[in-house]
């Protein structure tokens, strides 16, 4: 074996003759998600790599064989070894858990290399670290069908926390105090609920409009309940020079101090819409979920970031 | 028509123009003779107008285009020379305009969105020349609202994806500064008010330039800034004449408008020259206001780098207080530590330097902190069943209805 691993020195293809088809990759997407799936270095013969973590039962030159080829290893995969640093912990419990694995035989193996004979190199630093502030949900707008023709007026009449004005606004206002919401109701039977600070409280809130409905006497059911948009907002604690992003970040921002004191800035990926202060502070809107958000923070906090030393 | 001259054939006077099928020709009545034929005319038929046909009407360009866009388009031309744009920006004005009508979302809006819809694109071409354009200048050119051609404009910006670059300031005070009367003896200036243009720009613009280094630019309205330091920089040149004039006063005699903000612009520019003039040495044994500072601009411009770094302290990462005042800086350098700190009238901390923040962090609003969700709240799972008292308590008893209905007269 020594001569397969020397025929090919630069080989990705699977050290052991053996088909190591570990779906060691499948548990490698499992157990990292998505925090990996952005960085692309993600070598397509992973698998090869992973065999140095198989169990070590013998050592001797084999090793140094496999120290050499670590050396070129780590020469063209330089982030992605420091990952197999990582993943190896779980690959150790993982490999011997696995009864598809082909365990090979301990000569036939790649023999595993401790750790410690790994030439250490310096972990690579994810690309973005987490900001560690998390965006407070604001307000939730959201819709549901009552699915029934509704008379403004009878309701307003009839119940206390409504207001209905049919020459400014064509639709019953009506508000609860618990979860502390507004509703707009239309005579289609149509509704919108606004002001629920979480997801869950939008829907219950929206549940006790059409209780309330319901109890005026119309046939009100509950259907096509959406969360039509998310606003979150928090604070980065330090401030921003707007100038300055607007310059760098030109096809995504609109700075205008003499409409606006704030930046708007349209993020694509996810699909949001940002509001950035000078003292700070950022809106975030135009979600559908909640993770929408925190992505859309977690994106703009490192550009922010190189903002804060300023002049 | 007759026309003079006589025949080369036939020496014969009657000279007649008349039309071969549809060319022109000169030809003499008696014998026949063509004499001319076929004249390309760039003059109008009828003779006497002798003007140029334009390309665009020769080549009926302008009939295909509709009445609405021909309007449109010679109302950005007019305005284009009324602001002496160069005759590019004009060109490139007229194309956004087109684009932008062709657009289905500005096809059909009213005639007074479309009119606005000139303006703004005279707005983009000259900001992205970075010429200097304020949405007031337009707005008033315009007689619009501000908050449609608001609307107006950045509904353009998105609909043909156009990045417009940031107002620069330093020119606009090279504009706004040309707009007042200042520089030329006049009736109702007094002498010691006349000043020199050419200083008066060069120093507004180092105050400008102080203060959007010291953040009081961003997030603010440019105009306002810009004339709080033409006031400043304008009292700085002459003080001992000019210290007595307010601002109110000397925008009326410049002949511009004072817009509200400027007060607090010029307080907040004074105080910022205060604190520089804490660390300028030989100031330190005068006790300044925001009267007397006035009279050492001059110097304190000439310093600024070092006076800035000094009086404030420019590590941003671990001064994170946004409510606490300057006397509580933990990191403050002890060089700026400076031994006869100069009193000030409202303000007794500011002996230590403060954070160099926008103002807005320094003067935070005292604001209504919405609670974090507790986590009672954050257990709901929206399906939680809904008592009948909880909704009945939203309901109107039949007495109440019927004296509700009395009252509002409900039909």
């Not at chain 1, 912990?89 to 035989?105: H, K, R, V």
């Not at chain 1, 004979?117 to 965006?135: A, D, K, N, Q, R």
């Not at chain 1, 819409?273 to 700070?280: K, R, T």
């Not at chain 2, 670059?165 to 020119?171: E, G």
């Amino acid at each position: 074996f020594k001569d397969d691993l020397s025929t090919s020195p630069q080989a990705f293809t699977p050290m052991s003759p053996y088909d190591v088809d570990l779906p060691i990759q499948t548990t490698e997407d499992v157990l990292f998600g998505s925090q990996f799936n952005q960085l692309k270095e993600l070598p397509a013969d992973f698998s090869s790599v992973d065999l140095s973590f198989l169990p070590d039962i013998s050592h001797g030159n084999k090793e140094q064989n496999l120290s050499e080829n670590n050396h070129e290893m780590q020469k063209e995969l330089d982030g992605s070894i420091s990952r197999n640093e990582d993943s190896s912990i779980f690959m150790d419990e993982g490999s011997l858990s696995y009864p598809d694995a082909t365990q090979p035989s301990p000569e036939a193996s790649g023999v595993c290399p401790p750790l410690t004979s790994m030439t250490p190199m310096t972990p690579v630093t994810p690309s973005s670290e987490s900001s560690g502030i998390v965006p407070q949900l604001q307000n939730i707008v959201s819709t549901v069908n009552l699915a029934c023709k509704l008379d403004l007026k009878n309701i307003a009449l009839h119940a206390r926390n409504a207001e209905y004005n049919p020459k400014r606004f064509a639709a019953v206002i009506m508000r609860i105090r618990e979860p502390r919401t507004t509703a707009l109701i239309f005579s289609s039977g149509k509704m919108v609920c606004t002001g629920a600070k979480s997801e869950e409280q939008s829907r219950l809130a929206a549940r006790k409009y059409a209780r309330v409905v319901q109890k005026l006497g119309f046939p009100a059911k509950f259907l096509d309940f959406k969360i039509q948009n998310m606003v979150g907002s928090c604070d980065v604690r330090f401030p921003i020079r707007l100038e300055g992003l607007v310059l760098t970040h030109q096809q995504f921002s609109s700075y205008e101090p003499e409409l606006f004191p704030g930046l708007i800035y349209r993020m694509v990926k996810p699909r949001i819409v940002l509001l950035i202060f000078v003292s700070g502070k950022v809106v975030l809107t135009g979600a559908k979920e909640r993770s929408e958000i925190y992505e859309a923070f977690e994106n703009i906090y490192p550009i922010l970031k190189g903002f804060k030393k300023s002049s | 028509m007759a026309a003079r001259g006589s025949c080369p054939a036939c020496g014969s006077a009657a000279l007649v123009e008349d039309a071969h099928y549809a060319q022109q020709q000169l030809v003499c009545a008696a014998c026949g003779c063509v004499l001319a034929e076929g004249l390309l005319t760039t003059t109008y038929t009828e003779e006497e107008h002798l003007r140029e046909v334009a390309y665009s009407q020769s080549t009926g360009q302008k009939e295909q285009l509709s009445r609405c866009l021909q309007r449109g388009i010679r109302r950005v031309q007019d305005l284009c020379k009324v602001l002496h744009l160069p005759t590019m920006f004009e060109e490139t004005a007229v194309s956004y305009f087109q684009r932008a009508l062709q657009h289905p979302s500005f096809h059909l809006v009213s005639l007074e969105k479309k009119e606005l819809l000139g303006g703004c694109c005279i707005f983009v071409t000259c900001r992205q020349h970075n010429w200097p354009l304020t949405m007031g200048t337009i707005c008033s050119l315009l007689y619009a609202k501000q908050e449609l051609f608001a609307s107006v404009y950045l509904s353009l910006q998105k609909e043909l994806g156009l990045s417009v670059p940031a107002l620069s300031l330093v020119d606009l005070v090279k504009t706004h500064l040309n707009s007042f009367r200042l520089f030329q003896q006049a009736a109702d200036i007094p002498a010691p008010f006349v000043e020199d243009k050419e200083k008066m720009v060069a120093r507004t613009m180092q105050i400008v330039e102080l203060a959007s280094e010291t953040w009081l630019v961003t997030g603010r309205h440019p105009v306002p800034i810009v004339t709080a330091a033409a006031f400043l920089s304008w009292q700085s040149l002459q003080p001992a004449a000019r210290l007595t004039c307010t601002f109110a006063r000397f925008c009326k005699l410049a002949g511009v408008d004072l817009p509200p903000p400027a007060h607090l612009r010029l307080k907040e520019l004074l105080d910022i020259l205060l604190r520089m003039a804490s660390q300028l040495a030989w100031l330190r044994v005068f006790n300044m206001d925001r009267k007397t500072v006035v009279k050492h601009i001059g110097d304190l411009l000439q310093h600024r780098i070092f006076l800035l770094k000094n009086a404030f302290c420019l590590e941003d990462e671990e001064e994170q207080h946004d409510a606490a005042p300057g006397e509580g800086s933990p990191g403050s350098p002890p060089a700026a530590q400076e031994e006869g700190c100069p009193s000030e009238g409202k303000r007794q901390h500011e002996d230590s330097p403060r954070p160099l923040l926008p103002p807005c962090l320094i003067n935070p609003r005292k604001r209504l902190r919405t609670a974090a969700l507790s986590s009672s709240d954050s257990a709901i799972t929206g399906n939680e069943p809904i008592s009948d008292s909880e909704i009945e308590q939203y309901l109107r008893g039949p007495e109440e209805i019927r004296a509700f209905r009395k009252a509002k007269a409900w039909p």
